[in-house]
């Protein structure tokens, strides 16, 4: 819908999704762009947090901001969103304080967070593909509870993000035959970003990824991931139609990986300059600000926009060096629902072993 050069098409396929931009407001069009340049300088700050040795590892979402962005806003509050380990636009919009992912990936947490209290975010699954049949799972469950009431603002969906290299995985494809067979309510989001690591997508597969789903009787569609307004308009219908009962979809969304895979990746090893050079023309944040500016924008809301995202930045480094160590009786109290012997007896041998050396560990 937004060409890499910040005009809007209004032409071919484009055309039948320009009523959900129409829909939006000004304040709603500024706010993808806000959320894209803060998330993006999060990204960067928790990168550095990582080089000076604050955290174990981080993972890099840097040039896939307007897929994820795009995409969080299509979804209603009552569905249930299932991540990866890159999504952190779509967790901050979900109403994830991002502090949290810095805490998991610090070692700090067992658990990560409550989907219930983020607005039914789920938590990130670094296991590859996994996560495809636990969205789908939820969405059985969902279908299994009733027939869709037709009222969007209530009928439930779930939507999955995984990457290129997920679609490789048995788990995957696992989850389309039971999404298929069951007409789950979701959508499978997949950001391509060209890269599993250091396997190239041509290598993955010789069809185009969107393909894959069609095999299984999920209808599909591929848009452009850096374009903010294609990902929010087909993920907004896709979701909806899914919602209403019509069963699973799939959406590639075509994007790259402008950064490492993560902190302990070096992509220079497997991937040209040349290559990353010609995906930063098509940078999703530059195209859509040339869009804003044409529609009034004007320096004052753009440097607004800086001012935030280095703010935020700020206070997610203070916060980052502020965060305490916890407790590490912390990793027995949530093994069970209810007190348990076994956890109970090794809860207090380790506090025995603990004070063994003379005072607190």
Do not use: C
Not at 40 to 61: K, T, Y
Not at 142 to 171: C, M
Not at 288 to 310: C, H, I, M, P, Q
């Amino acid at each position: 819908m937004l060409t890499p050069e910040g005009r809007l098409n209004t032409d071919g396929a484009a055309a039948e999704y320009l009523p959900y931009i129409d829909a939006l407001d000004d304040d709603q069009l500024r706010q993808f762009y806000r959320d894209m340049v803060v998330v993006r300088r999060f990204d960067v700050e928790a990168a550095n947090l990582q080089r000076q040795g604050e955290m174990g590892l981080w993972v890099p979402s840097m040039g896939q901001e307007a897929a994820q962005v795009g995409s969080a806003y299509a979804t209603r509050a009552q569905d249930h969103i299932f991540p990866a380990y890159r999504e952190h636009a779509i967790a901050m919009i979900r109403g994830v304080d991002l502090i949290d992912i810095i805490r998991m990936l610090r070692g700090l947490t067992h658990g990560g967070w409550d989907p219930k209290q983020r607005g039914n975010f789920h938590l990130y699954t670094l296991v590859i593909g996994s996560h495809a049949l636990h969205a789908t799972g939820f969405a059985m469950g969902i279908a299994l509870d009733g027939d869709p009431t037709g009222d969007p603002d209530k009928d439930e969906a779930t939507i999955v993000y995984f990457g290129d290299g997920a679609t490789s995985q048995g788990d995957v494809s696992e989850a389309f035959v039971f999404a298929a067979s069951y007409r789950t309510p979701q959508v499978f989001f997949l950001q391509n970003n060209h890269w599993a690591i250091s396997v190239p997508v041509s290598v993955q597969s010789r069809t185009p990824l969107y393909q894959r789903s069609e095999g299984f009787g999920i209808p599909s569609v591929q848009i452009d991931g850096n374009d903010v307004l294609a990902s929010f308009a087909v993920t907004k219908r896709n979701l909806d139609e899914a919602r209403g009962g019509t069963g699973p979809r799939l959406i590639e969304a075509l994007t790259y990986r402008m950064g490492a895979h993560t902190s302990s990746d070096d992509p220079t090893k497997y991937r040209s300059d040349a290559e990353v050079a010609s995906w930063a023309e098509r940078d999703p944040i530059s195209r859509y600000e040339t869009w804003l500016r044409s529609l009034g924008a004007t320096d004052n809301f753009f440097e607004n926009v800086k001012t935030e995202a280095e703010d935020f930045a700020a206070d997610i480094r203070r916060r980052t060096l502020e965060l305490p160590t916890p407790d590490p009786a912390l990793m027995f109290d949530h093994v069970y629902s209810e007190p348990h012997p076994v956890t109970e007896e090794q809860k207090a041998w380790l506090a025995d072993y603990e004070q063994s050396y003379g005072g607190d560990a």
